[in-house]
């Protein structure tokens, strides 16, 4: 595997997890309040980017022929 496929994965786990705790935190009572609600939609927005920059990272990645497809284990 290339580095550049394993740098995708960890950003793209990276973003997954901003993700899940910010609908997390939303969730929550205290969302109700401007400042936590502010902090955790920015939250949301950056796993977001992190995910679009993992995608795009790994699909430049493979159009280079730097990555590998992770799915096949090669």
Request: glycine share 12%.
């Amino acid at each position: 595997g290339g580095p550049s496929a394993l740098a995708a994965v960890v950003i793209i786990i990276i973003g997954i997890a901003a993700q899940i705790l910010s609908l997390a935190g939303l969730l929550s009572v205290n969302s109700l309040l401007l400042r936590h609600y502010n902090r955790l939609t920015r939250l949301f927005i950056a796993g977001l980017a992190l995910v679009v920059a993992g995608v795009v990272l790994a699909v430049f990645a493979d159009i280079l022929g730097l990555g590998v497809t992770v799915l096949r284990g090669s």
